[in-house]
């Protein structure tokens, strides 16, 4: 629910800002007098929150239970922090809020799903994974290569020209579309496996359940229906992976 809240007020403070700034509707704008470019206090306060934030959640990952996905969320923990810290160094917030702004607008959805599941409103939370892999999906693999990376290895080229920290700055965005591609392709089997089976099935990135999936193993095997809820330990979302969803026997 804490997780589930910060992103949708996040992501609603980015677009409520971002929707009157020149370079949400011009990309090529994030790059028109760099680096003179004045540090706004809407923009200051987006970009602390954000780092705050997922400061948070490199430490929190080592109490969390662990997955088998913790190697691929700390390096994109460390990508996005460095991406965070490196970008307002070099002022280049315009363009960092918009990668920020993007990243968020999936992330709310799957916390919404995982509180479906732990409500066990499961065609709730079929519904609403579902929308979060379609939303993932089109924003990681459509969106962010054809906006974010365009305008960073294109149109910063050709209008400032790179220089010594363009290529780590573009490096550590394009090690997080590698990223999007390895959570895309688990997203899109547990959505296929939900297809099939008529209901969202377990993650299976945990060899670890947690206390409270054995009680419900236990109060439900009387009824012939076997259904577990996850942690909701660790996100999909540079950051965030899935939780472990319900799964018939």
Not at 71 to 99: D, E, K, Q, W
Request: aromatic share 20%; proline share 3%.
């Amino acid at each position: 629910m804490w997780r589930f809240t910060f992103y949708l007020s996040i992501f609603s403070y980015g677009i409520r800002f971002l929707w009157s700034t020149p370079w949400f509707w011009d990309t090529r704008q994030c790059w028109y007098n760099y680096p003179f470019q004045p540090l706004t206090s809407s923009l200051y306060y987006y970009y602390i929150m954000e780092l705050a934030f997922y400061w948070s959640l490199m430490f929190s990952q080592f109490t969390d239970i662990k997955r088998k996905d913790f190697l691929i969320m700390f390096v994109h923990h460390l990508a996005t922090i460095g991406l965070i810290t490196f970008s307002y160094m070099n002022n280049m917030v315009r363009v960092g809020t918009l990668v920020l702004c993007l990243h968020d607008a999936s992330d709310f959805l799957l916390e919404a799903a995982k509180l479906a599941n732990y409500a066990k409103y499961q065609r709730l939370c079929d519904a609403t994974f579902m929308l979060f892999s379609v939303v993932f999906i089109v924003t990681r693999l459509g969106i962010y290569p054809y906006w974010i990376l365009n305008t960073t290895l294109f149109e910063s080229w050709e209008l400032i020209g790179p220089y010594p920290s363009w290529w780590l700055f573009n490096g550590l965005l394009v090690t997080l579309q590698v990223l999007h591609i390895i959570w895309s392709y688990l997203i899109i089997r547990i959505a296929y496996k939900a297809l099939m089976r008529g209901k969202v099935s377990k993650d299976d990135r945990s060899d670890v359940e947690s206390s409270s999936e054995e009680e419900d193993t236990t109060s439900n095997s009387t009824k012939g229906n076997f259904c577990t809820s996850s942690n909701g330990a660790n996100r999909i979302n540079g950051h965030i992976p899935t939780g472990q969803w319900a799964e018939e026997e």
